[in-house]
């Protein structure tokens, strides 16, 4: 069977799990069926099967799982989200289309990924530029400047400037990193880089604390920075590196933490949520009593308690029981309604993109291919890694999206953009196994 | 590279186990502390929406407390009445999601909203059942509990009413009472728990009295059965001695001769059993007052915070065997003694039920939505004391409420067992006692009485009510 064949196969459930978990959330919601979900099941169907054949066209040998199971989160998102609230879930709906349409023009039209190489240094200005933008153009939301209002719609331009870093980094690490390794000093036991090679990668630890400052978003300055440490590592092959970089980074951190009041209280809520449990610390612990109440099975589709009934106070926020429920905190919501199994299934899907993602760069042959894959994939698990473990307390929580699960047009169109790049990255790699296979036979 | 790339997706799998390890965490191993904590208002606004079970007296007829539906669709809660006003206020209690609940209402919590085993909600949940609380049937008897409060009469102090063969409690008076449908407004809640005469708190198994004589059954117990005394021994019955070097009196200075058991209990001659106290020592004394489930809480079916231990106190401590006690004043119910209302009920159910000391309930049957009934199985706490010595006992006890200090007790063509009390707190102000059982041939029922304050002595004072709640009872078994 051949790669796109088993990728259309792998569409097919999960456009029957989308009409399962629709009609569940019409029969908890109304308790009457109509044909509603069926529609929705195929619209989604169909969306799936037009971009699966832009795929088989232009990428025949591109991994047949990757699209599959972003495919699956989508479903697990839409599903969430029109449980929550129908409207948000028709926004999201568009935002998926738009998604699919930015994921065709890519591959369509972006003939080689590897002409980006060319271009990294304005590509690295782009991103540098989206990144500071927010805090020209938008407006703090909890402290933290990410989105820019456009017209009608805001924008969280992190999401894109994610994907012109990492392939900024991917390509300039694939050209320094033979200098990195051979001009590096044991000094004391440590193993520095050379000294005239660190100013770049200072540059990036500085931009990462810029993030911090300017931006005032921990969860993004951990994501670009994890991405980083894992580039340099994939392409130097040296850990001390990473432990020089880990350090630099949790003094920078921790800096802040005691001069910017937002990141020291984060701090405090994460120790403990339930010492301030009605006013700081009252949506962390919320989320984990949602959790508490899933249970091993959840309470099903529809069942959470999410808003107080009849609750009109001057504080709308105290109303939810569960704050934000469709964009931070959609995995509490998850956990609630379909219990452990439901969160374990979340995290197994990323962690199967992760293996996916990390997979194509195995089998890249190139460098600058193989930190591409390395690189996308990892500011993709550890994006999903930072929310998570922030809903669940592992980390201090933080504002970034559930990767195609939460609500946020940016955030859904900049990773169909970066699932984009993988495929095409796959596409080569897997063809070029495939015609050396065929070669020996 | 390539092997870069697979520790790194290592490490990626590391990371996403910590989310794994962290919802298992949070979800399942944390969940139940996570539901107790006092932030979370969803098992409250759950539970508001589940129809509670009716709570029963005896009878299975008599409502003591029904939920009923209010506003209706997704907005549907319940709400709990009491029919009874404050009949039930204590041990009953209350559930409103304003004001949390207590007493029975909280300790059959679990069966009252229906919660079952994860696995079973599921079973139910797939069936599509909502959830529904199961009906109690409780063991407290209308009549039986009418007749204590009217026995009391208003004057503060409680009844508690034992079957001796089963545990099960049929009155349990605590005066004064409250209504606990009041007790959702807030400023009458706030009334009721600022009230001097703390009407919140239930004096039959919370409130620490000095036992006064009925401590003499115990002590004789524990003479009778370790076999250092038997009814016939004696001892001096004259009046006052020294016991620890201080001076004591019998009850109005009352001189007897050299008396035995059956005689020094039936006019509850102090000086006889403050002897007798010393004579048995600290360990033999605590050695059956452990049996009778002194010196821990009791096993009866409320929330641990609404029951006391009954023992020796020094402030907020229970002293035990190795303490400097007065044991000659403790075998006569005085020294630091504080004990319950409940615990003196099963003093004289233990002496009934030929020395066997059941477990207290409050409940007799459990009926789920589906019909299905778990009977009461009632349990031997402990066996206190042997068949012999409880026949002996029983014997002095009828003697006590035939030509003794008992005899206000005494129900026509009924024997009757039992023991009086009176501790003086100060000249003329008594904490007045009785304890007993009946029919003694063949105890149906038993019963301990307090009435706080009063000038009154134990016979006179509680002798009536115990009389009253034991006819009550017995009449209504026989008819």
Redesign the interface.
Known sequence: MSARTRELFALIPVALLVTAGFTAVLIANSDQLGNLSFLYGAYFLALCVATHIVIRIRLPDADPFLFPLVALLAAFGMVMLFRLDEGLARDQANWFVLGLLLFSATIIFLRDYEALERYRYLIALAGFILLILPRFLGHAVNDAYLAIDLGPITFQPTELAKICIVVFLASYLNERREVLVVGARNIAGVVLPPLKHLGPLLVVWGAAMLLLVFIRDLGSSVMFFGAFLALIYVATARISFVIIGLAMFVVGAYFFAHTAAHVQQRFDIWLDPFDDAGGSGYQLSQSLFAQADGGLFGRGLGDSLVQLPACHGDFPDRCAILPAPHTDFVYAVIVNELGLFGGAAVVLIYALIAERGFKTAVLAEDGFSKLLATGLTAIFALQAFVIIGGVTRVIPLTGVTLPFISYGGSSIVANFVLLALLLMVSDKARRRVRLQSETRV | ?????????GF??V??A???G???Y???F??DS??A?S????PL??EQQIRRGTIFADDGRTVIARSTPVGKG??KIYVRHYPGGPLYGNPIGYSFVERGRVGFELSHNDELVGNKT?FLS?LD?LQGHQQEGDDIVSSLNPAAQQAAVNGLGGRRGAVVAIVPSTGEVKAMASIPEYDPNVVKNSKAFERLNTDDSAPLFNRATQAGYPPGSTMKVVTATAALDSGELSPSSTFSGRSPIEIEGVPLSNSGGEQFGTIDMTTALTNSVNTWWAQAGEKLGNDTMFKYMDRFGFNQKPQLDLPGFQLSASGIYQGARLLDASDRIDIGRVAIGQERLRVTPLQMAEVAATVANNGELMEPRLWSKVIDPDGRETRLDPARQSKVMSEDTASKLNTMMQSVVREGTGTAGAVSGIDVAGKTGTAELSPGVNDAWFIGFAPASDPQIAISCIVEHTSGFGGPTCGPIFKSVAETILSGRNG
Request: proline share 0%.
């Open positions: 590279m390539n092997r870069q790339i697979v520790k790194l997706f990626i799998v990371l996403y910590l989310l794994f962290f919802t298992s949070w979800s399942v944390d969940s996570l539901e904590n932030a979370n208002r969803r606004l759950e997704n907005n994860e599921v949940e």
